[in-house]
C-alpha cells in the first residue's frame, strides 16, 4: 500500500468528528461509574424538562478546563449526551474537543497511573483513527443494514463494546496491517499454515471427531498433499507433525521472529497459505470461512493488545475446550426450558495449542509468551440456518448510523411488529436462556453483543446462538460436581456476587444501551422497555416454580444491585484486567444501581 493512501481516512475533519463522538462517550461511561460528576448548570437556557434534557458540566482536575454538555439520565444511570452540544473551555476561551487531552485533563479522577496513562493514551488514539476511517467509507443506514447479510452486518459496526472507550486500541497493528485486518475494512485474508512437531502440540477434539476429518473437512486434498510435500522436501515425516492455522500478523511479527529456534529446528515449519478466504470477526481474532461458509470459524492467537487484554490464546486453555463444549451440549441438549426457547451453541470443536518449553519455564501461567501459538475451530451458524432466516450479531442491536437512527429500531419496523412484542420475543430468545441456565445450573456466560447472533425472520429476532464459550463460562458454586475436564470452569463466587452475570453483563452492559437507543428515538418508551423484561422474568419464573428457592436467593427484582466498572478495570491495568480463573477477584464494585425491575416485581 501507498504510505499516502495508507492515511486518506485521517484528515482534518474526520479527527474532529472522531474526537466528538468519543468525548461523548468518555463523558457518559465515566460518569455512569462515578469517576466524573456532572454538575447541573441552572443559569442556561436550556432547562431541565427539554426532550434533549438539561446541561452540566464536568471540571479538570485543576479546575482550569470546564467541559459543558446537553444530557438526559435514564435508567441504570445512563447519560445520554448530545455530542453536538459538547463544549471545552479554558479562561472563557473555547478549546477543540480532544479526547487524549480529555484524558489528561481528568487522569487524576480517571486514576491513570504513570505506567497505565501513555498507553491508554495510544489505545485512545488507535481508538480515533479507527472511528476516522469508519467516517471515510461510505455511509450505510440503519435501515439498508437491518436487511444486510451476516458479514455485511458483522464488519458494518462502528462503535464496538458499548461500555468501554478504548475498545479498538488493537496496538501491534501498524497501519498496513489495520487496512488488512481490522473486521471493518472487511478485507478477505488467507490464514497461515505452521506444521508443529507433535512432541510439542497438542490437538484435542470433540468426541465425535478426530484430527484427520477434521483437517480433511477444512483443507481438502489437495492442500493436505501440498502441505505434507514441503514437509518431505524438507526430510521430515509428515505423520510426525499436526497442522495448526496462524493468523498472518502473528507470523509476521511473533513466531518467525520469537520462536526463531522452533523455526531453525523444524519443531514448526510454515506451509504457506490456506485455500480459502476469511473475513476477521469483531474480536479481530476470530475468522469466518466466506469461501465455505459452512466449514468452520477459526480462532487464532493474536499477540495484540486490544481492549484489557493481549488477545493470545493459550495452548493450556485450549487442551480442555472441546470437553467443555460436549459438556455443555450434553446439558443443554437434555434441558426442556432451553430447548424451548430455541437456543444453541455454537461447540468448540477442535483446539490445538503449541507449547514452547523454555518460555514456559521461565514464565507463570499469565505470560503472553505461553498464549502465542494455539487455534480452535467453532461451527459455523450458516449449516443449521432454516430457509429464509438471516443472521446477525447482537451488537448491531445498539449500532447508530450517523444520522442517528439505530439498526434495533430499523429491525422493528422492518418487522411490523409493535415494538413491545418484537421485544419480548428478543427476550424470550436471549435473556430466558440466560436466566435459567443461571438458575437451574449456577451457570454464568459473558453474552456481550459480540458473543450473541441473533436468528432474524425478516426483522423478528426468531432465537439466538451463543458463541465463544470454553474460556468465558463460569459455574459459580465450587460443590457442583464436575467431569475432570471441566472443572476448568468452576470458580467459587462469593454469594452476593453472582447475579452480577445478570445484573453487570446484561442489564448494565447491554440492556442499558438497547433501551437508550429506543427510547431517545422514540421506538419505546423507558417504562414499556423495563416492563418487558420484568414480565419476560415473571413469566419464567413461573415457568419453573422448581426453583422457587432459588429465586428468593437471588432476586432479580431487588431493589438495587452493584455497580461493577469495566473502565475502571483498563483504567488500572489495560494489559491485564481480570484473571479468568478467579473472574470476581479483580471487581472494580463502586456503590449501587436502582434496579429498574424492581417496581415491576410480581406478588408473592
Known amino acids: 500500500m501507498n504510505p499516502l493512501e495508507s492515511v486518506t481516512h485521517l484528515t482534518p475533519e474526520h479527527w474532529a468528528r472522531a474526537n466528538r463522538l468519543l468525548v461523548r462517550k468518555a463523558l457518559a461511561e465515566f460518569a455512569h461509574e462515578r469517576l466524573l460528576t456532572p454538575e447541573p448548570v441552572d443559569d442556561e437556557p436550556t432547562g431541565s424538562t427539554g426532550p434533549a434534557g438539561r446541561r452540566y458540566l464536568i471540571r479538570s482536575n485543576d479546575g482550569g478546563v470546564e467541559y459543558r454538555f446537553t444530557a438526559r439520565l435514564l435508567s441504570l444511570e445512563h447519560w445520554h449526551i448530545d455530542p453536538e452540544s459538547i463544549t471545552r473551555h479554558r479562561d472563557g476561551a473555547e478549546l477543540p474537543l480532544d479526547a487524549l487531552d480529555l484524558c489528561t485533563e481528568l487522569r487524576g479522577a480517571l486514576g491513570l497511573s504513570d505506567r497505565v496513562l501513555p498507553v491508554y493514551l495510544e489505545e485512545i488514539t488507535s481508538t480515533l483513527a479507527g472511528t476516522a476511517y469508519k467516517l471515510s467509507r461510505p455511509a450505510v443506514s440503519a435501515a439498508e443494514l437491518a436487511r444486510a447479510d451476516f458479514q455485511a452486518v458483522e464488519t458494518g459496526m462502528t462503535e464496538g463494546h458499548p461500555c468501554f472507550v478504548a475498545n479498538n486500541g488493537r496496538l501491534g497493528f501498524g497501519i498496513h496491517e489495520y487496512h488488512r485486518y481490522a473486521p471493518e475494512a472487511a478485507h478477505p485474508v488467507r490464514l497461515l499454515w505452521l506444521a508443529a512437531h507433535r512432541d510439542h502440540a497438542t490437538f484435542t477434539c470433540a468426541a465425535d471427531l478426530d484430527y484427520d476429518t477434521l483437517m480433511a473437512y477444512e483443507l481438502g486434498t489437495e492442500t493436505l498433499d501440498r502441505f505434507a510435500a514441503t514437509l518431505t522436501d524438507l526430510g521430515l515425516d509428515p505423520a510426525d507433525y499436526l497442522f495448526i492455522p496462524v493468523h498472518p500478523w502473528q507470523w509476521w511479527n511473533r513466531l518467525a521472529v520469537t520462536f526463531a529456534g522452533e523455526v531453525a529446528q523444524r519443531r514448526l515449519v510454515c506451509l504457506g497459505e490456506g485455500p480459502d478466504d476469511y473475513l476477521a470477526q469483531q474480536s479481530i481474532r476470530t475468522f469466518f470461512n466466506v469461501s465455505a461458509p459452512e466449514r468452520h470459524y477459526v480462532k487464532t492467537a493474536l499477540s495484540v493488545l ?70 480452535l475451530w467453532r461451527e459455523s451458524p450458516v449449516p443449521a440456518l432454516a430457509p429464509g432466516r438471516r443472521l446477525a450479531t447482537m451488537a448491531s442491536l445498539v449500532h447508530v448510523d450517523r444520522d442517528g437512527r439505530s439498526l434495533a429500531a430499523a429491525l422493528v419496523a422492518e418487522s411490523g411488529l409493535a415494538p413491545e412484542v418484537w421485544l419480548r420475543r428478543y427476550l424470550d430468545a436471549y435473556l430466558v436462556p440466560l436466566l435459567h441456565a443461571f438458575y437451574a445450573y449456577d451457570l454464568a456466560f459473558m453474552p456481550h453483543g459480540e458473543n450473541v447472533i441473533l436468528v432474524l425472520d425478516g426483522g423478528t429476532v426468531e432465537r439466538v446462538i451463543f458463541k465463544d464459550i470454553a474460556e468465558e463460562i463460569c459455574v459459580m458454586d465450587p460443590a457442583v460436581e464436575l467431569p475432570e475436564t471441566v472443572r476448568r470452569v468452576q470458580a467459587e463466587i462469593p454469594e452476593d456476587m453472582r447475579l452480577l452475570s445478570i445484573f453487570t453483563d446484561v442489564f448494565d452492559c447491554f440492556f442499558r444501551h438497547l433501551n437508550a437507543v429506543l427510547s431517545t428515538e422514540g421506538v419505546l418508551d423507558e417504562e ?44 488500572r491495568n489495560n494489559e491485564q484486567m481480570v484473571d479468568l480463573a478467579d473472574p470476581s477477584a479483580a471487581l472494580q464494585l463502586v456503590g449501587t444501581l436502582a434496579n429498574p425491575l424492581a417496581r415491576y416485581a410480581p406478588a408473592g
Not at 555 to 568: G, I, V, Y
Open 306 to 375: 486490544n481492549m484489557g487484554f493481549l488477545r493470545g490464546l493459550s495452548a493450556a486453555y485450549m487442551a480442555a475446550t472441546p470437553a467443555i463444549n460436549d459438556w455443555l451440549a450434553e446439558l443443554f441438549d437434555a434441558d426442556e426450558v432451553i430447548k424451548e426457547t430455541g437456543l444453541t451453541v455454537l461447540r468448540e470443536r477442535a483446539a490445538i495449542g503449541y507449547r514452547h518449553q523454555q518460555f514456559e519455564a521461565a514464565t507463570d501461567r499469565y505470560s503472553p509468551y505461553r498464549k502465542m501459538l494455539a487455534a
Open 528 to 571: 414499556s422497555f423495563w416492563r418487558t423484561v420484568a414480565a419476560c422474568a415473571a413469566d419464567y419464573r413461573d415457568r419453573v416454580p422448581h426453583l422457587a428457592d432459588r429465586f428468593r436467593r437471588y432476586d432479580l427484582f431487588a431493589d438495587e444491585f452493584a455497580l461493577s466498572c469495566l473502565n475502571r478495570l483498563q483504567l
